[in-house]
């Protein structure tokens, strides 16, 4: 049975997906667990965060863009968006596959809910910090 979008259209990863539920329902089932998860862990540490999608994938807003996450390529990308954070918590991030501003994860071996509980708390307090981008690389 396909999947369908809250619009009535096949989910697919080529189709662009207007909620992180549609976004979610077009990932295979190794992927999706973990961003669900993931999603969940983010809500909780960012209660007041809005939920939107930018750039074609989940993202989190509170004082700007805050947090993201993303599936390609049988991995899972939780997007941090702050070179300053990924460089402070380097020892915390050993066996991941730690980018610039994001850190890639595999599905079976997700984020500790703490360590993506920390760094969204300390995203929010850069946004509202008022330090762009630009000022965190």
């Given at each position: 049975m396909?999947?369908?979008?809250?619009?009535?259209?096949?989910?697919?990863?080529?189709?662009?997906?207007?909620?992180?539920?549609?976004?979610?329902?077009?990932?295979?089932?190794?992927?999706?667990?973990?961003?669900?998860?993931?999603?969940?862990?983010?809500?909780?540490?960012?209660?007041?965060?809005?939920?939107?999608?930018?750039?074609?994938?989940?993202?989190?807003?509170?004082?700007?863009?805050?947090?993201?996450?993303?599936?390609?390529?049988?991995?899972?990308?939780?997007?941090?968006?702050?070179?300053?954070?990924?460089?402070a918590?380097?020892?915390?991030?050993?066996?991941?596959?730690?980018?610039?501003?994001?850190?890639?994860?595999?599905?079976?071996?997700?984020?500790?809910?703490?360590?993506?509980?920390?760094?969204?708390?300390?995203?929010?307090?850069?946004?509202?910090?008022?330090?762009?981008?630009?000022?965190?690389?």
């Amino acid at each position: 049975m396909r999947k369908v979008t809250a619009a009535g259209k096949a989910a697919t990863r080529s189709a662009k997906a207007e909620t992180v539920d549609d976004y979610l329902a077009a990932l295979p089932e190794n992927t999706r667990a973990p961003l669900a998860k993931l999603r969940k862990t983010i809500k909780a540490a960012a209660p007041k965060a809005t939920e939107v999608i930018s750039y074609q994938i989940p993202a989190y807003k509170h004082h700007g863009l805050l947090v993201g996450f993303a599936a390609s390529g049988g991995l899972c990308t939780f997007h941090i968006m702050s070179t300053a954070l990924t460089s402070a918590h380097a020892a915390e991030l050993k066996g991941y596959k730690p980018g610039k501003a994001s850190i890639r994860f595999s599905p079976d071996k997700p984020l500790p809910a703490a360590l993506v509980t920390k760094l969204v708390k300390a995203r929010i307090a850069e946004n509202e910090a008022g330090r762009s981008y630009r000022d965190r690389q």
